[in-house]
């Protein structure tokens, strides 16, 4: 085998790696669902390994002849079609047999890509992320600030306000949860609340909380005025009355805040003594 040939041979090889290590890189970076800029960067070494290796492999490796076919009209002698047949095996067997190492990497080469493919089929499926409207709320949960710390009824003065998510639902691992999990703890006078019948031991201790999340466009509830006792979205003015429920006082919000029924534990921690009042968030389809 000359010496182009075989440079042209680990060239090939090297085309093929980059090929199988953007599959990876790929797959990982999807997998880990972070980082779009690595998942792009990933398909297009995959492809270009693939396309490299091709190119390499049609100028350095594949025999060079040059053939003329006049098409006549007579069917070909028996010994010439024979010897094409002849050279047509000869010239399989130099760029393939002789040459199963690279052919074995470059099948396995596609194998690592079309593996790599099958993950994105995954979106095609249920979502891993939590349905539209719902959150990590049930009976029995604490209630803890973003640093896993519970709130205690001793955390709050009358007229204080703290944003609150449920217990082992916060952290790095759960930024997305706790966007559509965080409520507004709000203390009040004990015995100023108006709430429906319903709720009457929705609010122990005057502690309520409502979602963080504004009913109009889903901006967080950001802003606690103590005298009207009102909670404000900063983004479109939509204003909830504390008191009453949630309901809307003012703004394009057509919804009441979804409140959290709240509880105290025998150690002082506040806990949700069910899921909230409403699906949060501004109307979906999931909830039309």
């Known amino acids: 085998m000359s010496s182009p040939e075989r440079r042209g041979q680990r060239i090939a090889a090297v085309w093929f790696l980059v090929s ?16 779009t800029q690595l998942q792009g960067l990933g398909a297009a070494l995959a492809c270009l390994g693939i396309a490299g290796a091709l190119v390499t492999a049609s100028r350095v490796l594949l025999p060079k002849l040059q053939t003329e076919d006049l098409h006549p009209s007579e069917r070909s002698p028996e010994a010439e079609r024979e010897d094409a047949s002849l050279l047509l095996d000869d010239g399989v067997q130099q760029v393939v047999g002789r040459r199963t190492w690279l052919v074995r990497l470059g099948v396995g080469a596609l194998g690592v890509l079309g593996l790599a493919a099958l993950f994105p089929l995954r979106s095609l499926g249920p979502s891993p992320v939590r349905e539209v409207g719902k959150s990590g709320w049930k009976a029995g949960v604490r209630l803890v600030r ?143």
């Open 20 to 35: 199988i290590a953007g599959s990876v890189l790929f797959a990982t970076a999807f997998a880990l669902g972070t980082n």
């Open 146 to 288: 973003d640093d896993g710390t519970p709130v205690t009824t001793d955390l709050l003065d009358v007229g204080s306000v703290v944003t609150a998510f449920p217990e082992g639902h916060v952290g790095p691992d759960h930024e997305t949860e706790m966007a559509s999990d965080a409520v507004m703890l709000v203390r009040v006078i004990d015995g100023s609340l108006e709430l429906p019948a319903a709720r009457k031991d929705w609010a122990p201790q005057g502690f309520v909380a409502y979602s963080k999340i504004c009913t109009h466009a889903g901006c967080p509830v950001a802003l606690y005025r103590e005298g009207p006792q009102q909670l404000l979205c900063p983004c479109h003015q939509s204003t909830f009355n504390v008191l009453d429920g949630g309901s809307v006082v003012f703004g394009p919000a057509a919804r009441p805040l979804p409140q959290l029924p709240l509880e105290v534990g025998a150690d002082g921690a506040l806990r949700a003594r069910a899921g909230m009042s409403d699906f949060i968030g501004p109307d979906a389809w999931e909830h039309a």
